[in-house]
């Protein structure tokens, strides 16, 4: 948590969807690094869709929110439409009282609602009479 | 093990006994403000971004001890992280100190945040909405203001700023 290289936000790919998280530790070196490296890999991976999950940050600050707000601008300019999804309701609440919007920045309840939008289905049921395997969800 | 500072941010145990390592405390300034309450207060060094996470971790722990619910703390936490990166960007580095004031029964949170920075030419200004001369959105020293019950800003060009900015619980 001390080391001076940024700590790796994982960005896993499915399909032209990058799903990535933002976590309460992140400083602002890495924060910047973040949003290169998510930049570079949506026009390396031709993503049409980014999901942002941030029910893990316990603030956002202005810092945090001008890291957003570029990276939805930026993704944008690329061809792809990013997701912020699962802010925490005190969260939602400090941001409005410090005036800041997001403007631009598009938002989902939380991460499934996410991927919804951004054109994901549950899979669909298996066919009547095949072999399932009973698993949650 | 000494009680130390930094890896993984500190646990500080903010009642009356006596508090883990605030770490490597430039005394002086900050120091000189009087405790109000029974607690001790602490003072953290804000230097660069990884001391702005150690601040927030403090500032939550506070907030905590002193019985804020969790939009409050929220509300604290965002502001210190607002007021502690202006110093350190802004200021060239500074100081945050925790207090613990009560008044009338309430108990509270003052957040102290010093730099020996060049000052702010013009705090109207600079707590104007959209205001910013560094990489922020113009929104944190007004914005950190709102955040909290009291808010005051002491500057002087080429002395640096001080902020008080006080935050109480509800009864």
Not at chain 2, 92 to 108: D, K
């Amino acid at each position: 948590m001390t080391d001076s290289r940024p700590m790796d936000v994982p960005i896993i790919r499915l399909g032209d969807v990058l799903v990535t998280g933002l976590i309460n530790e992140l400083d602002d070196k890495a924060a910047t690094a973040f949003a290169e490296e998510l930049t570079e890999r949506i026009a390396a991976e031709r993503a049409k869709g980014v999901l942002i999950d941030i029910s893990r940050l316990e603030i956002i600050d202005s810092f945090v929110a001008r890291t957003l707000t570029e990276l939805s601008t930026m993704a944008r300019l690329l061809g792809a439409r990013v997701i912020v999804a699962g802010m925490r309701p005190p969260v939602a609440i400090t941001l409005a009282e410090l005036g800041l919007q997001l403007a631009g920045v598009e938002t989902a309840l939380n991460a499934e609602q996410g991927m919804v939008a951004l054109g994901w289905r549950h899979a669909p049921r298996p066919p009547e009479g095949g072999n399932r395997r009973e698993t949650l969800g | 093990m000494l009680p130390g500072p930094r890896k993984g941010g500190i646990d500080v145990k903010l009642s009356g006994e006596r508090t883990t390592a605030a770490p490597t405390v430039p005394p002086a300034t900050a120091g000189s403000d009087a405790p109000r309450g029974g607690d001790t207060p602490v003072t953290h060094p804000v230097r660069n971004d990884e001391d702005l996470i150690t601040v927030r971790h403090a500032v939550r722990a506070a907030t905590v001890e002193v019985g804020f619910g969790l939009v409050d703390q929220t509300r604290v936490v965002t502001a210190a992280s607002e007021l502690a990166r202006n110093a350190y960007i802004h200021g060239g580095g500074g100081t945050v100190t925790i207090e613990f004031p009560r008044q009338a029964g309430r108990r509270g949170i003052r957040l102290i945040v010093h730099d020996d920075g060049p000052g702010i030419p013009d705090v109207e200004v600079a707590l104007t909405d959209g205001f910013t001369t560094g990489a922020g959105l113009g929104h944190g020293l007004g914005g950190a203001r709102r955040l909290m019950h009291e808010f005051e800003v002491r500057t002087e060009a080429g002395k640096g700023t001080t902020i008080r900015a006080t935050r109480w619980t509800t009864q």
